[in-house]
């Protein structure tokens, strides 16, 4: 398939914010795929190609001189073969080769390829054809069942491979995409609520009631001896938390996945920044700085999957084999108790509390209303859109950001893009306003007034007391007495808040 057809596809789904439309588009591609092409495809269609990351970021991109083909000649394959190279050129006059390499794909493409392959390679496509829509159309060109085709790809976190599977596999190996032990999954998500009485009150019976960390999420494996540990992202950070290692090592068990957290503890105890965790993930280098885990969910013990059976099987089996390691909590359907459990998580200098219900099975990549977590301070990832040059001490540094909220529909702008709900320069040091100048310059699109506009790939995590209604953005609600609480290099921008989300707490 030629990757004109590929492009031609994202430019139909990402023009309407019709569901079925989208679905029916997807489909349709799908099904015209050969099976080798499926994977790749999968990969360009939500910004995630198959090598990961390839070497290339915004300055290597705008460099670029070339004169784009007149006439689409590139296919699939031919994309995917030229990002192997990029990816996995290291060495002696690697960057060069990279930039041969560059160079030729951009020459081949012609120009919309080349914007959409620029978009691709950088992780910041927005189609509108998230997971969900693509979950959906691989179910209808496969004419398998919806939540068989949702489920492998949960299990098998790779959404290309259960396409690929759904599609060309033999029959009935979808159904047969289980857990593997050093294999990660997509992790099971929380919903969130105004009030720990108001969360205990939709469980039907006692819940699980445990501290909100702000840390970073991690997924621990362990098979014998080896041990493998991932981020939220499912990154593989094993070679950079050799503690967390060691305590997975330690467990009395032969095989195991993990489900916690981790953060790294000051002096007194109390949880560091956010930013010291996610440091030690995003460097090669071991720092002082130790991380300690705290684990909430057991998936796999010694040869028995366990994500379908109640949470308080699975806790009954955490506490057994890793209860040292546990995050704090009880299990109570007191409003009042409840309500202490989170009292007790500020007070330790954690972000409140998470609130499960006992009979839940694990959702591996669900956000669904059996996990619901409670923050007394209102936190939302948001995406920067751009900054503004500051004034004063801050003369020469970026400092006020403006915050977009994702439109995943398009109500409110492009379908998959992002509407401003304010602006913020409060909360950020002297460390983070001499990161974020040298940042955004990198990822600098334009310029207008005392604002440098940037492609829209940064998360941060904000604190509000709330929204107002506004006429002065699109999305009707600006933001009350917004607050920088961190950058999230975690989480992607098609993970970040919706203009839903915060709409609805106007209500």
């Known amino acids: 398939m030629l990757l004109s057809d590929v492009v031609a596809t994202a430019e139909a789904v990402a023009s309407t914010s019709s569901r079925l439309t989208k679905t029916d588009a997807l489909a349709a591609l799908l099904r015209r795929l050969e099976p080798d092409e499926i994977v790749p495809a999968v990969g360009f269609l939500i910004a995630r190609p198959r090598q990961g990351r390839v070497g290339i970021g915004w300055r290597g991109v705008a460099a670029l001189a070339v004169t784009h083909a007149q006439q689409p000649s590139l ?90 599977i759904a599609l060309a596999g033999a029959p ?81 068990v032969q095989d195991v996945i993990l489900d916690g957290e981790t953060l ?70 007191d409003p009042e108790t409840a309500e202490q459990v989170s009292r007790d998580a500020l007070a330790a200098g954690h972000e409140g509390v998470v609130v499960k219900a006992l009979d839940s099975p694990y959702a591996a990549g669900r956000r669904g209303k059996s996990w619901i977590k409670v923050k007394p301070v209102l936190t939302y990832d948001l995406v920067v859109l751009a900054v503004e040059w500051g004034s004063g001490r801050r003369t020469g540094l970026l400092s006020n950001l403006h915050l977009g909220a994702l439109d995943p529909s398009g109500e409110y702008g492009s379908a998959g893009g992002f509407v401003m709900v304010g602006k913020t320069f409060k909360g950020l040091t002297d460390a983070l306003l001499r990161w974020q100048t040298e940042h955004f310059a990198s990822i600098e699109t334009s310029r207008s007034g005392n604002a440098v506009h940037v492609h829209p790939v940064t998360v941060v995590e904000v604190a509000i007391d709330g929204v107002q209604r506004s006429t002065r953005y699109p999305g009707g609600v600006a933001l009350r007495f917004a607050r920088v609480k961190g950058y999230r290099p975690d989480k992607r921008p098609d993970e970040a808040d919706t203009i839903q989300t915060l709409r609805e707490l106007l209500r």
């Open 264 to 333: 790294s503890l000051d002096a007194d105890g109390g949880p560091r920044p956010f930013q010291d965790t996610m440091a030690r993930f995003g460097s090669e280098a071991i720092s002082a700085t130790v991380l300690r885990p705290w684990f909430f969910d057991v998936l796999h013990l010694d040869g028995r999957d366990l994500i379908d059976e109640p949470l308080h099987v699975r806790l009954a089996e955490l506490e057994r084999i890793a209860g040292e390691w546990r995050v704090p909590g009880l299990i109570t359907s």
């Open 75 to 164: 296919s699939v394959l031919d994309v995917d073969a030229a990002l192997e190279r990029l990816a996995g050129a290291s060495g002696a006059g690697s960057v060069g080769a990279r930039r041969t390499d560059l160079d030729d794909l951009a020459a081949r493409a012609t120009a919309p390829e080349w914007d959409f392959l620029t978009r691709v390679i950088l992780g910041e496509l927005r189609t509108g054809a998230l997971e969900g829509v693509l979950l959906d159309a691989i179910s209808r060109a496969s004419d398998q069942d919806a939540a068989t085709v949702r489920r492998a790809a949960m299990l098998s976190g790779d959404l290309g491979e259960a396409a690929r």
């Open 172 to 252: 009935g190996e979808l159904a047969e995409v289980g857990l593997v032990v050093g294999r990660p999954v997509l992790p099971m998500l929380a919903s969130t609520a105004g009030s720990v009485t108001e969360a205990v009150a939709t469980m039907a019976a006692a819940a699980s009631v445990e501290f909100k960390l702000d840390g970073a999420r991690i997924q621990v494996h362990r098979s014998a001896d080896v041990v493998g540990v991932y981020t939220r992202s499912l990154a593989d950070i094993t070679a950079r938390v050799p503690e967390i290692v060691a305590v997975a090592r330690a467990l009395p």
